[in-house]
């Protein structure tokens, strides 16, 4: 199955084009990803008019270079997949309409995508993940651990109560004069720190159902940077590093809670799936590599370009759906607010 994929939730317009194999297997033979952070800089957060009107002006045409890149014509791709939510409305309108527009002039299925399942499934076109796996999202705006026993079969083991991680970071990045987007900025900043200078907390750990709280981690930042203002340079580096420990800690603590719930479930898991931008983040995959392995599994994690927003995971889960006869009407609606356990599933398709 050829399928060209759309993403624009948030602050990245791209396309894509994604073959699954019979056998499952995947391969990308265009991923091009247009960021629009340099529209957004000034105002040191996404603008969501702002964003939508980005994505009407380059979308067309990165169809046109994913397309070209993969050296194949829109009547030879098999299903056009777009991402119709969670996200900022406009742009996901942008994206499910020139989705809609593709597959009624090319008479191919649509697949309208759940932004949060592609990142999901992101670690099985990167990797063999057969179900179940414990996934871990953590994103801009999701922070969860599920267990995922198939396509849409997401159960919700926790999340979090407050902030999400990647908003944790951008808000600290932010409150410390990094710029935008956080996360990147904090990780090399906390390359030259001390993770040891400042003692933050780490809310719920050793809790026994896996929630994560965010927003005291955060005050405590603040707390500590007015303390010893005006910052110097090492100030902020040592801050930044203290942050990522701490991140690196509740990760960790709340990802041994989830296995072990999962264990007590009866699922033995094929991975922990790490998946979403904070992914990218070196020192949270290093931790998670060990903290799978004590706990008898193993990190499957895409390569941190995977991690953030791209077209390919749109067009893999477009796949993967369509591979399972799972495909939508040209009456898909955009959603803003889209749960992983509201997601049809494969069983619901056989029902139907
Ligand atoms: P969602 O997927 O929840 O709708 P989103 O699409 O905006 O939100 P992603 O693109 O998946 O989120 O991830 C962006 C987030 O990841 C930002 O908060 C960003 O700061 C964070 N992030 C990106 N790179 C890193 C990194 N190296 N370390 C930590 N955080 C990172
Ligand atoms: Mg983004
Ligand atoms: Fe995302």
Redesign the pocket.
Known sequence: LLLLGIET????TAAAVVRRRADGTGAILSNIVHSQTEDHAEYGG?VPEIAARAHVEVLDHLVARALRAAGLRLDEIDGIAAAAG??LIGGVIVGLTTAKALALAANKPLIAVN??EA?ALTARLTDKVPFPFLLL??????TQLVAVTGIGEYEKLGGTMDD???????KT?KMLGLP????????RAALQGDPERFALPRPLHGKPVPDFSLSGLKTAVRIEALKIAPLSEQDVNDLCASF?AA?VDILADRVRCALRLMRHQGLKPSALVL??????????RRALHKVAADGGTRLAVPP?EL???NGAMIAWAGAERLARGLHDGLDASPRARWPLGEIEGVGAARAA
């Open positions: 939730t948030c602050d990245e996404v969670p996200g932004h949060l990142h999202l953590v994103s801009g705006g999701h999400a991680i990647g908003e944790a970071f951008d990045a935008y987007p956080g996360g990147p900025a904090v990780e990522q991140v998946a979403g931008g904070v992914g990218a983040n070196q020192s949270v941190p991690c953030t927003d």
